[in-house]
């Protein structure tokens, strides 16, 4: 199995697997054109099953259409390693071994990625990737539930992947990224060129950030927070450009899973030359008539991960 294979379909629909439901969307990529939400839709439940993913099918028509899966973040690993100075062909197997250092299963009942930093990243004194570790019986579970449907799994992607290829789309600067607000932490990657370089877990999320609606005595923990925020963001925007030496962050897209008043985009865009701003997703795609806008949000990842060939990144 690969996690990015060679051909590059259209049309996708991406389930993303969460403990608390799936999200599914369901998109078409239009050459010079916004892409098109066919479908979106949020299933609150425990197991993913045949029974599940076959009532999606046949509320949303998801016939004949190519399937990514986007696995839970509990059923992988991303690390940044050196690469070995090997010939290319051996380089994976070299990184297999770095990476049997961090896992608790055998590494030959893995699947490995190996995702290449740019080469002018660390001032082009240091080879680096991104490695991606998933046991693989938990994988090939997923997969078996997908073919039993009568689906065909195209790809396996991960979050990280996915929110890269959601900045690629709303994102016009070769140096940018994408700012997820979830309710207890954030999630900023910055891209080079479309690919990943920097991906960082914040522990700030929306609950924190809307403090501002507490009694009165909650107000200095509010003003913490937003402040402490902007300096995580600069902190990954230094990290870019003085250790990576790969330029200057252009712009930075935000998606947050719950409405945030604007003082919040302002005070953000106010501390940082970037120009760093909130997507309204209804005005960079277009959404179909089984679209459901309200539930947009819950289905951003798997929106991201449905995206996965936007002007050839794969």
């Known amino acids: 199995m690969k996690f990015k294979p060679n051909n590059q379909p259209t049309r996708m629909i991406c389930f993303e697997i969460k403990q608390e439901g799936?999200?599914?969307?369901?998109?078409?990529?239009?050459?010079?054109?916004?892409?098109?939400?066919?479908a979106n839709a949020w299933i609150e439940t425990k197991k993913f099953t045949v029974q599940e993913v076959q009532k999606v099918i046949a509320e949303y028509n998801l016939k004949d259409w190519p399937v990514s899966i986007l696995l839970p973040e509990e059923q992988y690993q991303i690390r940044l390693v050196e690469v070995p100075d090997v010939d290319e062909d051996d380089?994976?197997?070299?990184?297999?071994?770095?990476?049997?250092?961090?896992?608790?299963?055998?590494?030959?009942?893995?699947?490995?990625?190996?995702?290449?930093?740019?080469?002018?990243?660390?001032?082009?004194?240091?080879?680096?990737a991104f490695v991606v570790i998933a046991e693989a019986e938990p994988v090939m579970a997923?997969?078996?539930?997908?073919?039993?449907?009568?689906?065909?799994?195209?790809?396996?992607?991960?979050?990280?992947?996915?929110?890269?290829?959601?900045?690629?789309?709303?994102?016009?600067?070769?140096?940018?990224?994408?700012?997820?607000?979830?309710?207890?932490?954030?999630?900023?990657?910055l891209c080079h060129d479309?690919?990943?370089?920097?991906?960082?877990?914040?522990?700030?999320?929306?609950?924190?950030?809307?403090?501002?609606?507490?009694?009165?005595?909650?107000?200095?923990?509010?003003?913490i927070q937003h402040d402490s925020l902007v300096l995580e963001i600069q902190r990954s925007m230094d990290y870019f450009e003085?250790?990576?030496g790969l330029g200057v962050i252009n712009e930075i897209?935000?998606?947050?899973?719950?409405?945030?008043?604007?003082?919040?985009?302002?005070?953000?865009?106010?501390?940082?030359?970037?120009?760093?701003?909130?997507?309204?997703i209804d005005d960079v795609f277009v959404m179909g008539k089984q679209s459901q806008p309200e539930m947009l949000s819950q289905c951003y990842q798997a929106l991201g991960g449905a995206l996965r060939y936007h002007?050839?990144?794969?």
């Open 311 to 314: 002007g050839g990144v794969a």
């Open 22 to 38: 799936i999200a599914m969307a369901m998109v078409e990529i239009k050459r010079n054109e916004p892409a098109i939400i066919h």
């Open 91 to 128: 380089v994976v197997d070299a990184i297999k071994l770095k990476a049997n250092d961090f896992i608790s299963y055998q590494i030959d009942d893995a699947f490995v990625d190996v995702l290449p930093m740019p080469e002018k990243a660390f001032h082009g004194r240091r080879k680096m």
């Open 194 to 223: 479309h690919n990943l370089v920097v991906n960082r877990k914040i522990d700030i999320g929306s609950l924190g950030l809307l403090a501002e609606d507490q009694p009165v005595e909650n107000q200095l923990s509010d003003k």
């Open 142 to 189: 997923t997969i078996d539930i997908i073919k039993q449907t009568g689906l065909s799994v195209h790809s396996v992607d991960i979050a990280d992947q996915a929110l890269r290829n959601l900045s690629s789309y709303c994102n016009k600067h070769h140096n940018s990224g994408l700012l997820l607000i979830s309710w207890q932490h954030s999630q900023i990657n």
């Open 242 to 244: 003085s250790q990576l």
């Open 253 to 280: 897209s935000i998606l947050s899973l719950m409405e945030l008043p604007n003082s919040i985009y302002n005070f953000l865009n106010d501390n940082f030359n970037a120009n760093i701003h909130y997507v309204d």
